[in-house]
Nanobody, 125 residues
Framework: QVQLVESGGGSVQAGGSLRLSCAAS????????MGWFRQAPEKEREFVAA????????YYGDSVKGRFTISRDNAKNTVYLQMNSLKPEDTAVYYCAGDRNPGIIYNRAYAYDYWGQGTQVTVSS
């Protein structure tokens, strides 16, 4: 099993920045891909970004490209999501997720096996 704990959420004004962290523990060597998803009230869970633990390839959802950056620190078993130029529509609960399968799908929630509890991000206009 892998445990994921997010931190770094909060409230910020439009145009501001936040950095989310996701600390992984347990059988972290079994994780192939780490991803970030978000879910706003009454909306479906949306893919934000993903990173391969080995190699570091990164992927982004269209709505965050050029504003968000995903990165990892293998030594700390931690994944980060740097969020810049935040907009009110970025307001959501952000979830960290881990996928233990070396598949090609990285932007669908069903592909992920492990989930954190979520952290709230609120962007005011």
């Amino acid at each position: 099993q892998v445990q994921l704990v997010e931190s770094g959420g909060g409230s910020v004004q439009a145009g501001g920045s936040l950095r989310l962290s996701c600390a992984a523990s347990g059988r972290t060597l079994s994780v192939y891909t780490m991803g970030w998803f978000r879910q706003a009230p009454e909306k479906e869970r949306e893919f934000v970004a993903a990173i391969r633990w080995s190699g570091g390839s990164t992927y982004y959802g269209d709505s965050v490209k050029g504003r968000f950056t995903i990165s990892r620190d293998n030594a700390k078993n931690t994944v980060y999501l740097q969020m810049n130029s935040l907009k009110p529509e970025d307001t959501a609960v952000y979830y960290c997720a881990g996928d233990r399968n070396p598949g090609i799908i990285y932007n669908r929630a069903y592909a992920y096996d492990y989930w954190g509890q979520g952290t709230q991000v609120t962007v005011s206009s």
